[in-house]
């Protein structure tokens, strides 16, 4: 699994500090004044780099591995977040872990205390990679709705060529923010945003929460009316999988501007762990509830896609539908995978994805 945060030297900060690691002063990149630090050696495991006048002590086994990357250093801290990987399209940076949902399936379980570290991730964006597209997430994300609104602001006028993924329970928006809304624009902002079932009940018995239904259908109602980009998450589970053809009519009925409607499968971690028994379904043995939604989607022009589901998991009329979905640093093949052509465009399995008890029909394709 790809590391998210490095071993470092521990170095006397009184703040956060947010670096970008360099081999060289003489990078094609986004100009980084007082952010870049220069490689200076690298021996036995361990690479040393000059951070205008601070030496860091970073473990890895090649300085080329993390060259670009963008680091965040906290006071008394013997690890550094790697916020942004340079050679990776799975960037997302974690701004709560507060969330006022409790979803069966949360592969983030939320935590009562909170940080904001949005002041630094606002740097971090500035000196990104050229072209980046960032994901936000939490817990819940529009639990700090006025620092997340002048962080994408911020973003969006002062580096134009960067894209965003925001996640969120779609709990919180009210019409006064559709100003802001507006003015992000949906070239520069996704929202993703979960709708479990067309059924009121069965959606807030999913997410824990009495009337987030109610909710989500009217502040996805303003985001349409707003212009914003939408793409709506349904995560598959025997409670609501017999409903899915009949949330497919209510999404192409109510929404029907939406960018994109992700079916996706259930993560094997937090929350969705604990439940892994009684709400993961195997749609390797039965994929007809899933094809009869995106029979629908299709039938009314509704853009659908599968995430989290391996190719080879899928019926072969609908593997166009699979999308890579699954973050490089928490991907992995199986061994029945080393001789499949289709990897390039596979989405493979959670690293976490259990021996047995997950998908029961693999094979190379």
Sequence with gaps: MIPLRLAVSTIPLAKPLVIRLC?????????????????????????????????VAVRTPDPNLIDGDILLLLPGGRAAHRLLRAGSRHNTLLVTERCDQR????????????????????????????????????????????RLFQFLTRATDERPDL????????????????????ALGPERVLW????????????????????????????????????????LRTVVMRSNIDGLGRLGHFIATRLPALDVWAIMQMERIGFGRMNWEREFCD??????????????????GLPASLYNFPICTVPD?????????????????????????????????????????????????
């Excluded at 606002?122 to 700090?144: D, F, N, Q, S």
């Excluded at 749609?283 to 009314?300: E, K, M, N, Y």
Aim: glycine share 8%; proline share 4%.
């Design 192 to 231: 993703g945003i979960p709708l479990y079932s067309a059924d009121e009940a069965l959606h807030d018995q999913i997410v824990g929460k009495a009337g987030a239904f109610a909710a989500l259908t009217t502040n996805l109602a303003r985001l349409t009316r707003a212009g914003a980009a939408i793409e």
């Design 23 to 55: 081999r060289d002063a003489g990078r094609d990149a986004p100009s980084a004044e007082g952010h870049d630090a220069i490689l200076q050696s690298w021996a036995d495991g361990v690479a040393e780099y000059d951070a205008g006048g601070i030496s």
């Design 103 to 146: 979803c069966v399936m949360c592969s983030q379980p939320p935590k009562d205390y909170d940080f904001d570290l949005l002041d630094s991730f606002a740097e971090a964006v500035r000196i990104a990679p050229l072209g980046h597209y960032i994901g936000i997430t939490g817990g819940e994300p529009l639990l700090m709705k006025a």
């Design 163 to 182: 894209r965003f993924h925001v996640l969120t329970n779609g709990q919180h928006f009210t019409a006064q923010d559709m100003e802001v809304i507006e």
């Design 317 to 365: 009329i609908w593997q166009r539908y699979c999308a890579n979905s699954i973050s490089d640093w928490k991907r992995k093949f199986l061994s029945a995978c080393a001789d499949c052509a289709r990897q390039v465009d596979c989405c493979g399995f959670f690293e976490w994805s259990p021996a047995d008890g997950g998908f029961q029909r693999i094979a190379a394709t």
């Design 283 to 300: 749609t390797s043995r039965d994929f007809q509830p899933v094809a009869r939604a995106l029979g629908i989607a299709a039938a009314r």
